[in-house]
Nanobody, 115 residues
Framework: QVRVVESGGAMVQPGGSLRLSCAASGISFRLYAMGWYRQAPGKQRELVATITSGGSTNYGDSVKGRFTISRDNAKNTVYLQMNSLKPEDTAVYYC?????????WGQGTQVTVSS
């Protein structure tokens, strides 16, 4: 059984930092590209960051220079370090594991940036 579980969401003040974690089980984690996506109320889900099995990264334009994605294959976990958070970063953040046609999503974790 495949499980993708996000954690680390919270409420934080503008300018603050937060680290999200996503633990995957039931898959050969090292083979999978991992990604973070987010969805704000009334908006479409958008790309935040992805990391390939080889460690190459890609970021959405709105988070470049502020967010960093990383992975620990020994722990089957991908991280999203978020710095200089803005109110517009408020959203549910979803983790995705993808390999070929296989794609698995987590249930999401809420991030709220507000003073």
């Amino acid at each position: 059984q495949v499980r993708v579980v996000e954690s680390g969401g919270a409420m934080v003040q503008p300018g603050g930092s937060l680290r999200l974690s996503c633990a995957a089980s039931g898959i050969s984690f090292r083979l999978y590209a991992m990604g973070w996506y987010r969805q704000a109320p009334g908006k479409q889900r958008e790309l935040v960051a992805t990391i390939t099995s080889g460690g190459s990264t890609n970021y959405g334009d709105s988070v470049k220079g502020r967010f960093t994605i990383s992975r620990d294959n020994a722990k089957n976990t991908v991280y999203l370090q978020m710095n200089s958070l803005k109110p517009e970063d408020t959203a549910v953040y979803y983790c995705n594991a993808r390999w070929g046609t296989a794609s698995y999503w987590g249930q999401g974790t809420q991030v709220t940036v507000s003073s």
